[in-house]
């Protein structure tokens, strides 16, 4: 599977959920994650995607960290199933 098929069912996955996704194409900063996301509960959320095996860059890995840091859902992924875990994980309720 492509980063693009992947990227592709995310955000499917995300609409479907009520939740308000942005794929991002051209950024002003280098790094900036691939889906930005607005949640049903208004939390922000940021997914860098990498295909199978594909590695996250370090200015990748630094963007997701300062999300974080600021209160911010962040995560880098290579599968639909790993964002739902991770939202289950951090005590969002895939219902909302």
Wanted: aromatic content about 8%; charged content about 25%.
């Amino acid at each position: 599977m492509t980063e693009q098929q992947i990227q592709q069912k995310i955000i499917f996955w995300l609409i479907t959920n009520h939740h308000e996704p942005y794929k991002i194409i051209a950024a002003n900063k280098n790094g900036v994650p691939d889906i930005l996301c607005c949640l049903s509960s208004g939390r922000f959320l940021a997914i860098e995607v990498k295909k199978p095996g594909g590695k996250a860059s370090p200015m990748q890995r630094y963007r997701i960290r300062r999300i974080l840091e600021r209160g911010g859902l962040g995560l880098i992924t290579d599968n639909l199933e790993e964002v739902k875990e991770y939202l289950e994980k951090v005590n969002f309720s895939l219902d909302k």
